[in-house]
C-alpha cells in the first residue's frame, strides 16, 4: 500500500480519539481494537445515505462499494483475485464459514468419521466451539496443540506442532483440517504461521484454516506467501473499521469454489464474496468504509507498516519497562509480540486461578481505571514439586494503537506497586 509522507500531528490523533473516555488507562486495543472520529463519521455518512433513499443505496452504491473494498484488502494482503475475498462481520462468522464448509465433506463421504482435525489449545474461543460445533459433531475427531507457557521460541511450537501431526497420523488417521492461529490471543503470541502451514501441507492436511483475527495491522499478511486455504481477519481490531467488520480469504480452487454464507440470501450461488455482501437487509455500514480507513492510516509516516512497527516496538519498550519495574519477566521473547506482549506480574499478587485473573482486572478497572486482560497460567508440577517459592502465574496483555500515551502504562505501573506494598493479594477479591 502506498503511504504519504506527510504526518499526523500528536494534536491531531488525540482529535481523532476524543470520544474515548479519558479516565481510563486503555492498554487493551486486542480485544474489541478502536476506531476514529473521522471514520466513525464515514460510517454515519453511509448509514445516511441509507436511510435517505435506501433503493437507490442498494441498487447503485452498496455493491460498488463493497467491491471497492474488497479490492483494497485484496491488495493488502496480497490475493491473486478479488473474487477471493469476502468481508464478513467478524473472525467468528469467518470460522463459521469454513467449519460448516468442512461439514459437508462428510455429508458426501469425502471424509469419515475419526478423521482429525488439528488445532492449537490456545484457539480462540469461538473457534474451538465452531470446530467442536460442525467438525466433531459430524464425526470428525479433534486434537489439541498444547504449547508451553512462558515460550522462549518457534522452534518449542513447531516441535509441538510436528508431534500433534504424528498423533493424528497415528494407525492411518488422516486430517482434514488444521487450525492455525497467526496471532493467539491469550496469551497473546505471534506463530510461525508460514511453517506450520507447510508442514500441514507436507503431511497432505486438507484444509488449512488460518485465524488471523488480531493480524491485519499489526503483522504482515501475504496471503499467497501463507499459503493457506482460509485466511481471516478482523478489520475492526488493528485497522480501524467500526464494529464489525472482517475479511476471509479463500484461495480460488476447487476446494473453494462451493464454499458458501451460512446466511442463505438471495445471492446464494453467486459466489461467497457476493453471497457474503447480501445477508438481507441490515447496516453494512461498518465494511464500506475501508477507503476512508486507508487514507487515514496514510496520514501516518509509513502508512499501515508504519504503524505496527512503531505499536510493535512501544508496546515491547512498555513491556521492558513494566517487568523491570516489578521484577518479573516476559512472557516471550520479544521477537514473538506485535503491537501486544505478554508482561509476568508480581508473583505475590497471588493470582492462582481465572477468577483470580478476572477478579484483578475488574479491580484495576474500577479502582485504578486501567483497563487490561490478564492472563492465568497454572503453575507447572516441576514449579511445584521442586519448591519454586511463588511461580509467576499472571501476565497482563498489554496492547498499544496509535491513541495511548506512556502516562497509560505508568498508571499500570504504578497500580501495580501500590498493590504490591499493601500486601495485597486475589484471596481478598475472592472473599
Ligand atoms: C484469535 C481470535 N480469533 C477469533 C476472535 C473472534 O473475533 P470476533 O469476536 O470479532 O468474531 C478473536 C477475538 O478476540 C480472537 O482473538
New binding site residues.
Given amino acids: 500500500m502506498s503511504s504519504t509522507t506527510k504526518s499526523i500531528t500528536e494534536a491531531e490523533i488525540e482529535a481523532e480519539f476524543s470520544h474515548h473516555d479519558p479516565t481510563i488507562a486503555r492498554i487493551n486495543n486486542?480485544?474489541f481494537g478502536s476506531c476514529p472520529k473521522s471514520i466513525i463519521s464515514a460510517q454515519q455518512q453511509y448509514q445516511l445515505q441509507f436511510l435517505q433513499q435506501p433503493d437507490h443505496f442498494y441498487f447503485n452504491t452498496l455493491k460498488s462499494s463493497m467491491l471497492n473494498s474488497r479490492k483494497l484488502i485484496q491488495s493488502i494482503v496480497n490475493a491473486e483475485n478479488v473474487d477471493e475475498i469476502s468481508i464478513v462481520d467478524?473472525?467468528?462468522?469467518a470460522?463459521a464459514v469454513v467449519l460448516q464448509h468442512i461439514t459437508w465433506s462428510f455429508f458426501s463421504s469425502q471424509f469419515q468419521p475419526g478423521d482429525a482435525a488439528v488445532m492449537l489449545h490456545y484457539a480462540?474461543g469461538?473457534?474451538k466451539s465452531s470446530v467442536h460445533a460442525y467438525f466433531a459433531r459430524a464425526g470428525g475427531r479433534v486434537i489439541e496443540v498444547h504449547l508451553p507457557f512462558p515460550l522462549c521460541s518457534n522452534e518449542e511450537i513447531v516441535s509441538e506442532f510436528d508431534q500433534a501431526l504424528k498423533r493424528a497420523k497415528m494407525n492411518g488417521g488422516k486430517i482434514r483440517l488444521a487450525v492455525i492461529?497467526h496471532?493467539?490471543?491469550m496469551p497473546s503470541v505471534v506463530i510461525p504461521v508460514k511453517e506450520l502451514v507447510q508442514m500441514c501441507r507436507n503431511d497432505g492436511v486438507d484444509v488449512i484454516f488460518v485465524?488471523g483475527?488480531?493480524a491485519i495491522g499489526n503483522v504482515e499478511i501475504d496471503v499467497r506467501d501463507i499459503g493457506a486455504d482460509f485466511y481471516t481477519s478482523?478489520l475492526?481490531?488493528w485497522f480501524f473499521t467500526p464494529p464489525?467488520a472482517?475479511f476471509l480469504y479463500c484461495k480460488r480452487s476447487d476446494k473453494g469454489s462451493n464454499v458458501h454464507h451460512p446466511v442463505v440470501s438471495v445471492e446464494y450461488g453467486n459466489g461467497l464474496a457476493i453471497e457474503s455482501a447480501w445477508i438481507g437487509t441490515r447496516d453494512y455500514s461498518a465494511q464500506l468504509v475501508i477507503p476512508e480507513v486507508v487514507e487515514f492510516v496514510n496520514r501516518f509516516e509509513g502508512g499501515i507498516e508504519g504503524i505496527r512497527k512503531r505499536n510493535c516496538d512501544m508496546v515491547v519498550e512498555m513491556a521492558e519497562m513494566l517487568v523491570k519495574a516489578w521484577g518479573t519477566e516476559l512472557g516471550t521473547p520479544i521477537e514473538m509480540c506485535s503491537s501486544m506482549a505478554m508482561v509476568g506480574m508480581p508473583a505475590c499478587l497471588g493470582i492462582s486461578g481465572n477468577k483470580d485473573a478476572l477478579n484483578l482486572r475488574t479491580h484495576l478497572r474500577v479502582t485504578f481505571k486501567v483497563e487490561v486482560p490478564i492472563y492465568y497460567r497454572a503453575p507447572l508440577e516441576g514449579e511445584v514439586m521442586l519448591g519454586f517459592v511463588n511461580p509467576i502465574t499472571g501476565y497482563a496483555r498489554i496492547s498499544h494503537q496509535v491513541y495511548n500515551t506512556i502516562e497509560d502504562y505508568y498508571r499500570f505501573r504504578d497500580a501495580i506497586i501500590k498493590l504490591v506494598n499493601d500486601d495485597f493479594t486475589c484471596a481478598i477479591l475472592s472473599n
Fill in positions: 486486542g480485544s467478524n473472525a467468528t462468522t470460522a480462540y469461538s473457534v492461529d496471532i493467539t490471543s485465524d483475527a488480531h478482523n475492526h481490531k464489525s472482517a
